[in-house]
């Protein structure tokens, strides 16, 4: 195919030098080498951007754990992050985001990563940290830290999986797909029990056991030089000892002799059914056939199953469905759950009905095919940024000792036939012994499906405790910036990249909910929606099918001031994009079972909104700033609104909007002007102003103005893990001179790790998994807000400890903390726009908001002024501890008399739409 060959030739050259290359065709050019301790480097040279990416991955994740030890990988992770005998406590954070960085790290079943994106003259810096992690860290362990990051750890379990709506079903999953003695049998996260057992001597003996350089693989992406960046490694790494012998785990899959059933009750308002049948573990010959077999059923709408559930029977509100093949086994996943009136009995007969046919009827060929080149224009996808090819390289070389494997892989996809998908269907999923997991509402077992059934010496010569000094600074430009104006005066901007072969194009028609009115709130939501349901010429599931076969993604969505299209398409099919795109903006479909349809979708996620203390958060949160109105309104509007809507609503709203002078088109890719005006030609002929539209003003964001005492509200949430915490007030706008200001100086607030409100509720605190604090804004107006979940039993103090912060702010930003945040602001613009995504975005801000097209330099010459003076006068600009409103989503009868007893306010009970409840 011809974007394989074109990505082979934009990925760059392979060197000559090294002793292990990879062949001049691969997909991802790197060497390869083994230092004598076991450590194996993979260099993957790439000069496109001034970034490098260093990712290491160790081959232990909860699987090599031990039945009563569970979540020790996961903690370890943590604690990787707390210092190391060179490095201070929490320095990683800092020190990486004040080179301009960004890191993480993440556990599975089967491996740990931990990653450093930086600019690429702080390459050593990342050796430097990474090394002394591995080889030194057991020094500076203490049981401090240990119990710290333990409770981070809970709260992580219980935001991820106690407090969210099915949250705890892949833990019932794994507990009755595998036997109590395999190591698939509980979460990564672990259990409550055993975190609460793990002492200092556990995680020392893990470490010890799992965290030796020859169960690791180091690979670095990006501007750099492989033989400075190889003797680098061998500085740093090559006197850590081996650690102890790893073998590659064995396969041992999944058996079920019969149906199995678990009924399990849950906070929600819809029940569901999900469906888990074994299947075949990662590298096994047959999984790309069973992934594709997983897309045949559900990968979009026009797949078997969302098809027929959601569309043509209607009985089902949501499906889902993953083929999960890791290392030892794997297994093939469906959710779904139902239209109000279905029982999940009827919708497991359903499915089951749906699976037999298919291995009995087969499928068509030409289906499949659109599939694989939808699923292979996600490979080229996955690989947009100089992270995503490193991190790629570095986990196929821990499983397969191989970093190679992306061509091999798109190969096993060409190669599958519509017969295997069908001779799959029967092997693994008809007839075939599954397990049922049915998740009912609290006290409603009977809804159930099936209810009447069953440490390394410092004695290397190298000084750890000096932090290296960055190399040269590669100097910074903003991406080039190209401008046409197609002949309906149709605004386009664009931008090259060519890393990758694909084509980024988004549109912006000023259609976003802050132009409804009270009487058709949610309007904007379901015109977003309506639009993804294809054009006059082709229908929804020919849309999806027409998508899939060029290898293109397609999203719309609406925001405060926009409903936003957006497409990537590998570029052989950009012309055939634009010419989908030009059909779907002049002639959307827009047909009255479609409307019917979607409404009683966007009605039931309104229903079920409440089952998200998050989401109850998010809309109380607005309307107490806001008010009753559009700017405080919820997105998806109210049932009384949604319902007095009809279709031509949807088309008037959409045909008032659409004045191309208006709107504005950005593309991203390896074209310029010219190229890109030639793309455009169809849209800017068949797209004329409408006669309907008008000039229309949106409503502001403008918060109401509050004076008198605090007040805290509260919004009751029975049985919630944890509390939703909100406290802010109105803000500023996105176009306002101090927008970006005010992102430097809640940098130190509560806009990073390593910000006050952070490190103060979490790293010292252990109350919550996270807290920041953000200013958020549209084209008309904003707000600032501060956000957590917090472990109910400690809601009154980490709410007394997150005002105090922001009071906190007031009396004075430290000049190494103003030093702090402008070095780590100027540094990371540096890799801010390596990915056409991130292109297309600041594509968007010059378009939508105004912006000059220098602006990034412009903000760099600010940061360069700015200094602790600068951000206190910002702070008392834009922080107004006396105007503030504060909401909690908790659980009333655990945490109630504790607001009510730090006598800082009265407390106000509220309902979860934020309407004013009386007191009991």
């Known amino acids: 195919m011809s974007f394989v060959l074109a ?26 080498h083994v230092l004598a301790n076991g450590l194996q480097v993979i260099l993957h040279e790439d000069h496109s951007s001034p970034v490098v990416a260093v990712y290491v991955y ?137 975190l609460a057992q793990a002492s200092l001597e556990d995680v020392s003996g893990f470490f010890h056991r799992w965290y030796g350089p020859n169960n690791a693989t180091i690979a670095i992406g990006g501007d750099f030089d492989p033989d400075e960046a190889l003797a680098m490694v061998e500085r740093y790494f090559g006197p850590i000892p081996r650690g102890p012998e790893v073998e590659k785990p064995p396969v041992r899959d999944a058996h079920l002799d019969a149906d199995r059933r678990v009924v399990m009750e849950d906070r929600v308002q819809l029940p569901q059914v999900t469906m888990v049948w074994p299947t075949v573990a990662m590298g096994n010959e047959q999984e790309a056939t069973v992934n594709l077999l ?42 779904v ?65 191989d970093p190679d494997r992306v061509g091999e892989e798109i190969a096993a996809i060409e190669a599958v036939s519509a017969d295997a998908i069908q001779e799959a269907a029967r092997r693994y999923l008809s007839g075939r012994p599954h397990l049922v997991i049915s998740v009912v509402p609290v006290g409603h077992p009977e809804l159930a499906a099936g209810a009447t059934a069953g440490v390394a010496a410092d004695e290397d010569g190298l000084d750890r405790s000096v932090q290296p000094a960055p190399g040269p600074q590669r100097p910074f430009h903003s991406p080039e910036v190209w401008r046409a104006t197609l002949a309906n005066g149709l605004p386009v901007y664009g931008t090259a990249f060519d890393s990758i072969p694909l084509t980024w194009i988004s549109l912006a028609v000023p259609a976003g909910r802050l132009f409804e009115t009270p009487a058709n709130l949610g309007l904007a939501e379901l015109t977003a929606r309506m ?72 009605l039931l996620d309104i229903e079920t909104q409440v089952d998200r203390p998050r989401a109850i958060a998010s809309e109380v949160f607005a309307r107490l700033l806001f008010g009753s109105g559009v700017a405080g309104a919820p997105r998806l509007g109210t049932p ?108 130190v607030l509560g806009g990073s790790f390593t910000s006050r409100i952070n490190l103060n509720l979490r790293e010292d605190k252990g109350y919550t998994y996270g807290a920041r604090s953000a200013f958020v804004g549209s084209r008309t107006g904003g707000y600032f807000v501060v956000s957590t979940a917090v472990q109910t039993a400690v809601t009154a103090p980490a709410l007394v400890e997150a005002l105090r912060e922001v009071r906190g702010i007031l009396d004075g930003i430290q000049p ?50 700015m200094d602790a003076a600068t951000l206190d006068a910002l702070a008392h600009r834009l922080i107004h501890p006396d105007r503030l409103v504060v909401l909690v989503v908790g659980d009333r009868a655990e945490i109630e008399n504790d607001l009510r007893g730090l006598d800082i306010g009265e407390v106000v009970l509220l309902g979860p739409h934020g309407e004013r409840l009386p007191r009991d």
């Open 640 to 747: 009384e609104t949604l319902e007095a809507l009809t279709v031509d609503d949807v088309r008037a709203f959409w045909n008032e909007a659409l004045v191309p002078a208006r709107s504005h088109l950005s593309i991203v890719g390896d074209l310029d002007a010219a190229a890109a005006s030639a793309l455009c030609a169809s849209l800017g002929e068949a797209w004329l102003e409408s006669p309907s539209s008008t000039e229309r003003s949106p409503a502001t964001l403008r918060a109401i103005e509050r004076e008198g005492p605090l007040t805290i509200c509260l919004v009751d949430k029975p049985g919630a893990e944890q509390s939703e915490l909100r406290i802010g007030h109105g803000g500023i706008s996105r176009r306002d001179d101090d927008w970006f200001g005010a992102y430097a100086m809640n940098y």
């Open 7 to 32: 990505l082979l030739t934009l990925c760059g050259p392979a060197l000559q030098s090294a002793p292990t290359m990879s062949p001049q065709d691969s997909f991802l050019p790197h060497e390869k």
């Open 531 to 602: 639009l993804n349901e294809g054009t006059e010429k082709l229908s929804g599931l020919q849309w999806t099918d027409t998508l899939d076969g060029m290898g293109a993604t397609f999203s719309v969505g609406s925001t405060d001031d926009e409903i936003v299209l957006g497409m990537s398409v590998l570029n052989e099919h950009r012309e055939e994009a634009m010419e989908l795109l030009s059909d779907l903006v002049t002639s959307p479909r827009f047909a009255e079972e479609d409307f019917e349809r979607i409404r009683r979708q966007q």
């Open 58 to 194: 160790y081959h232990v994740g909860s699987s090599r754990e031990v039945p009563g030890r569970s979540g020790f990988a996961h903690l370890f992770e943590h604690m990787l992050f707390q210092g190391s005998q060179h490095v201070g406590d929490n320095d990683h954070f800092r020190l990486i985001q004040e080179a301009g960085g960004t890191l993480n790290g993440s556990t599975t079943q089967d491996r740990t990563n931990y990653f450093e994106i930086l600019p690429a003259n702080q390459l050593e810096l990342a050796l430097w940290l990474e090394s002394d992690r591995m080889g030194f860290l057991l020094p500076a362990m203490t049981q401090e830290k240990l119990d710290n990051q333990r409770d981070v750890v809970r709260n992580e379990r219980r935001q991820s999986y106690e407090n969210r709506p099915y949250g705890l079903v892949r833990e019932v999953l794994l507990k009755n797909l595998f036997p109590a003695d395999h190591p698939y049998s509980w979460p990564t996260i672990g259990s409550m029990e055993d």
């Open 816 to 865: 190494e903390e103003a030093d702090f945040a402008r070095q780590a602001i100027s540094l990371s613009l540096q890799r801010a726009y390596e990915s056409g995504s991130a292109r297309l975005a600041f594509l968007g801000a010059i378009g939508g908001l105004g912006l000059p097209e220098d602006y990034p330099e412009r903000r760099l010459a600010w940061l360069e002024s």
């Open 337 to 401: 759950r139902p239209r109000p009136g279905v029982t999940l009995d009827r919708l497991e007969e359903r499915v089951g009905e749906l699976i037999d046919a298919l291995a009995e009827r087969g499928i068509d060929p030409a289906r499949v095919e659109r599939l694989k080149t939808r699923r292979i224009g996600d490979i080229v996808r996955g690989l947009e940024t100089v992270g995503a090819r490193t991190n790629r390289l570095a986990r196929d070389n821990c499983f397969f000792g």
């Open 294 to 335: 997983s897309d045949v059923l559900s990968a979009n709408r026009s797949s078997i199953l969302d098809h027929v559930l959601m569309e043509q029977e209607e009985i089902a509100s949501s499906v889902t469905i993953s083929n999960q093949a890791s290392e030892r086994a794997g297994y093939l996943t469906i959710n």
